[in-house]
């Protein structure tokens, strides 16, 4: 059963750091492009981040570049998110999912979320 779960959400101060994970089960991985996005309260899902199959290139939004840095485990079969400098922008359930055709196309399986709340 194909399958993709989150964790790491939490409750962190501005300005401090945390790193969410994308297990993946049913399938390898390194196979897929893996995708990070968020979801505030009364917004849009937008896309945060993303990492590809074949030469493993990463993608970042313009609010999150040199802040977060998308990772890849092949032996884990895991993919982190790591997010430093966070701010209370950055406030949002997190999703990962799995993208078949690359970064820029559709995603198949979706993860229920981890909330990340930056607060003081």
């Known amino acids: 059963q194909v399958r993709v779960a989150e964790s790491g959400g939490g409750l962190v101060q501005p300005g401090g750091s945390l790193r969410l994970s994308c297990a993946a089960s049913?399938?390898?991985?390194?196979?897929?492009?893996i995708g990070w996005f968020r979801q505030a309260p009364g917004k849009e899902r937008e896309g945060v981040s993303c990492?590809?199959?074949?030469?493993?290139?990463?993608y970042y939004a313009d609010s999150v570049k040199g802040r977060f840095t998308i990772s890849r485990d092949n032996a884990k079969n895991t993919v982190y998110l790591q997010m430093n400098s966070l701010k209370p922008e950055d406030t949002a359930v997190y999703y990962c999912?799995?993208?078949?055709?690359?970064?820029?196309?559709?995603?198949?399986?979706w993860g229920q979320g981890t909330q990340v709340t930056v607060s003081s």
């Open positions: 049913g399938f390898t991985l390194n196979y897929y492009a």
């Open positions: 999912a799995r993208g078949p055709f690359g970064c820029d196309n559709e995603y198949d399986y």
């Open positions: 990492i590809s199959s074949s030469d493993g290139s990463t």
